[in-house]
């Protein structure tokens, strides 16, 4: 596995290529991208698909990939534009794509402006609030659990953002009638850790959530767009958002094994199905060449 850089204008992106060279593989280089998980996270998964070119990454500004922008907030669009200039720099295209979380919005961002880029995406859970019959008050409940790490760290922070990502259901006044989630609840300390920086409980990747498809581009690409849900997130946010996205396009979401991070080994703290994961991806992206 090679650690190479691509020196672009505001951002150097760290990224791995992972098993045989594209020309020494029967199939598409797969490529694999979260956010704000870094390429570390789709370790195990990538060790099941040893036939492929698998090409990680880190978002800018997280993990080896540093940026040159000055900027701190996370927009799927300009996350796109650095996952086209990869695509284009290693001249692979088209490629496949399993995209995760933020980086399944990212994913959406990136079909819309570059659709030759991407042959086939998998798109896992992507937590777009606008597409929510309920947004005002999904974007209401992801204010609180800034604000609580805000106040008080991450721990507080990370209470709160398990309380609202396991609500099942809209958001109703029930939800905040509830007092504040206790971090000791979920086994975490509750003294404030200091930070305020974090991708995920602060507001730094609110254009993430706030992202709204464009429906039409989606729909007239080339490239196959897959919604997909975990089996273990029915009724919850990520659930709900992935399957209003999969009804904007008249589709259903492909369910996968465990839950929102089920493709994550047992290093990952919480571990999913990463060998039954890819293979419902594999049968997804093997129908695609059928």
């Known amino acids: 596995m090679t650690e190479p850089i691509l020196a672009l204008p505001d951002v150097d992106l760290a990224y791995d290529l992972r098993g045989p060279a594209p020309s020494e593989s029967a199939h598409r280089p797969l490529l694999m991208i979260g956010q704000p998980m870094t390429a570390e996270g789709f370790t195990a998964l990538a060790a099941y698909f040893p036939d492929r070119t698998v090409i990680t990454y880190d978002p800018r500004g997280l993990g080896r990939s540093v940026r040159k922008d000055g900027r701190t ?18 001249d692979v295209g088209p490629v496949d794509l399993f995209a995760s979380s933020g980086g399944a919005v990212t994913a959406l961002a990136l079909v819309t402006a570059h659709p030759a880029d991407i042959a086939t995406l998998v798109a896992h859970e992507p937590p777009i609030l606008s597409v929510l ?36 259901g809209e958001f109703t006044d029930a939800f905040f009638a509830q007092p504040p989630a206790d971090p000791a609840m979920f086994g975490m300390p509750a003294e404030d850790d200091g930070t305020r920086d974090d991708p995920l409980l602060s507001d730094r990747s609110w254009a993430i959530t706030g992202y709204v498809p464009d429906t039409a581009a989606l729909k007239a690409a080339p490239t196959r767009v897959v919604i997909a849900v975990g089996a273990e997130t029915a ?3 990520t659930a709900r958002t992935a399957e209003a996205t999969a009804a904007l396009l008249d589709s259903t ?14 290093d990952s703290g919480y571990p999913g199905q990463p060998e039954l994961f890819a293979d419902r991806l594999r049968e997804l992206l093997d129908e695609s060449r059928a």
């Open 73 to 90: 907030d996370n927009s799927p669009t300009v996350q796109a534009e650095d996952v086209h200039a990869l695509v284009a720099a290693l």
């Open 133 to 168: 019959p309920d947004a005002d008050a999904a974007a209401r409940g992801q204010a609180q659990v800034r604000d609580a790490y805000q106040a008080k760290g991450s721990f507080a922070g990370m209470a709160a953002f398990i309380a609202y990502t396991s609500w099942q």
């Open 235 to 237: 009724g919850t946010l």
């Open 253 to 266: 979401p492909a369910v996968f094994p465990s839950h929102h991070g089920g493709f994550t080994g047992p």
